[in-house]
């Protein structure tokens, strides 16, 4: 009977990774590579996750607003001029493509006016020049049409708007979700466990940040304690920024601060709200409080990407324009603060949970790879043997996943919806995001066996395609990785370390 259960968990979706036949086997490539001989020596050989040269900076002391100002001009006239071409290349692609006797047909009619117009001795453009302009307009539609046509996503929306298939309005059972939400949070003691269940499948963007509060453990259940709270915890995190941010430029802290002030503006550097002055020095004071309230573990590059989605979450609560280009002083300074104290201590309930990853030598990270490797190998024994065949090891791309929770693989709104669930999930951040990894590594099983060389996998695994990727692909993927963690709930224990 359990036999029977496994066959046929979630057996609707045909697409279900880790069920697959047997592929060819790739010939053997006798490419050798040098191997890092120890975790250290690969830490230190990989210590910038981001392929971004350290320029050294004489200024990184300067708070963010001294930067000049023509960089940030620049930067935004060079995306609107991108955003601008990109408008124009989807309006051309919904052109619809001409057939061969369409083109036979209006080559003919260009021929018939020309004619005509010499007749009546008019002036007109030579054939050439004509057929010139023409051949040249149909190759530019020809190369347009066959690139793909993607909507624009933004970066958080509601539930349906974060689909990569389009952005339809809110359905009859989304609304129904939205007011299941409103009426547990309104409750005078929220059921938490309730609303994990709910939350597990995605939150609606209208109730996520209280949500992710009350689920982080920031807030309490209790309706009537929460505005108390609130404005303790908010009073408590700027005592600590009076206390401790002027210590920035101490000889004991002073490499903290600028290992910091280089790592922020490689912090989504895609994203304009992520490149104001303004955001870069609230980013900067969260990272350097929690830097030296933590000396065990002080402050890592990765600690800085565990920012951005409770920053950007917070922000939408006041924020019904596109947040990707939000100007972040148009809000009054009150909520500047408010917003900026919520995300120090969600990042921080995030971190207590997993802050042996960032410890000296990264031994929960070690864990996890190592407990990723093990898991692959009972789950996809192709997959396992085709990296042992060319000596791919799990370290060389799993750090980063363990390191980022997958932050450098996903766009940004696919975090937040996996974190949505993440907090619904006992260990989510921890345990739950073993199975996640799992399940993303199967997703792309077919790409990676087609590989036959080593640098060819790890090109391939540090760059999986997701930009275009919404909540209908992370929803498979959580699915995927929840089935993964029925079926071996087994496990050993170092698997939840």
Same mark, same amino acid.
């Given at each position: ?42 830490? +230190? ?92 307009? #149909? ?249 042992? #065949? ?17 932050? +450098? ?73 929840? #089935? ?14």
């Amino acid at each position: 009977m359990a036999t029977d259960n496994r066959i046929n968990f979630w057996r609707r979706n045909a697409k279900v990774p880790g069920r697959y036949p047997k592929e060819t086997k790739p010939k053997f490539n006798n490419l050798k590579t040098k191997k890092a001989s120890s975790f250290h020596e690969f830490a +230190r050989s990989t210590n910038d996750a981001w392929d971004i040269d350290d320029e050294e900076d004489e200024d990184f002391l300067a708070p963010a607003s001294c930067l000049p100002s023509g960089l940030h001009s620049s930067s935004s006239q060079q995306q609107q001029n991108e955003v601008a071409h990109s408008e124009t290349e989807v309006s051309h692609r919904l052109a619809p493509p001409r057939t061969d006797a369409q083109t036979l047909q209006e080559d003919e009619d260009e021929e018939e006016e020309e004619e005509f117009d010499h007749v009546n001795s008019k002036v007109v453009k030579s054939s050439s020049d004509v057929h010139l302009s023409t051949s040249s307009v #149909r190759s530019t539609l020809q190369k347009q049409q066959s690139l793909p046509v993607r909507p624009i996503i933004p970066l958080v929306a509601r539930i349906s708007d974060q689909n990569a298939s389009g952005a339809p309005p809110m359905t009859v059972r989304e609304k129904s979700r939205l007011d299941k939400f409103k009426q547990l949070l309104s409750s005078p003691n929220t059921d938490l466990e309730e609303l994990r269940k709910h939350s597990w499948s995605g939150i609606p963007r209208e109730v996520r940040p209280i949500t992710w509060r009350l689920l982080s453990g920031y807030l309490p259940a209790n309706k009537e304690r929460r505005e108390h709270v609130l404005q303790r915890k908010r009073e408590e995190y700027f005592g600590f920024i009076e206390q401790y941010y002027h210590s920035r430029t101490d000889e004991h802290f002073k490499d903290t601060y600028r290992q910091i002030h280089i790592d922020i503006p490689r912090t989504n550097p895609l994203i304009p709200l992520f490149q104001q002055p303004a955001v870069q020095e609230v980013f900067e004071r969260i990272l350097f409080i929690w830097a030296i309230r933590h000396p065990a573990s002080g402050y890592v590059q990765g600690i800085n990407d565990l920012v951005t989605p409770f920053f950007v979450v917070f922000l939408s609560e006041f924020v019904t324009e596109d947040v990707e280009n939000f100007e972040m002083a148009a809000l009054p300074q009150d909520t500047q603060r408010n917003i900026e104290a919520d995300t120090f201590w969600c990042m921080s309930k995030l971190l207590d949970g997993i802050q042996d990853n960032y410890t000296f030598a990264q031994p929960g990270i070690q864990n996890k790879v190592k407990a990723l490797e093990e898991l692959v190998s009972r789950i996809d024994e192709d997959i396992h043997n085709h990296f042992k #065949r060319y000596e791919v090891e799990y370290l060389q791309f799993a750090f980063r996943w363990m390191n980022n929770l997958l932050m +450098r693989e996903l766009p940004l709104r696919c975090t937040i919806r996996l974190w949505d669930t993440y907090q619904a999930e006992a260990e989510g951040f921890s345990h739950f995001h073993l199975y996640v990894c799992a399940a993303f590594l199967i997703e792309w099983r077919k790409e990676i066996l087609s590989m036959i060389d080593f640098q060819g996998l790890l090109m391939l695994l540090q760059n999986l395609p997701t930009i275009h990727w919404g909540n209908e692909e992370v929803g498979l993927l959580l699915a995927e990785a929840y #089935r993964l963690k029925y079926m071996f709930a087994d496990a050993p224990s170092h698997y939840k370390r």
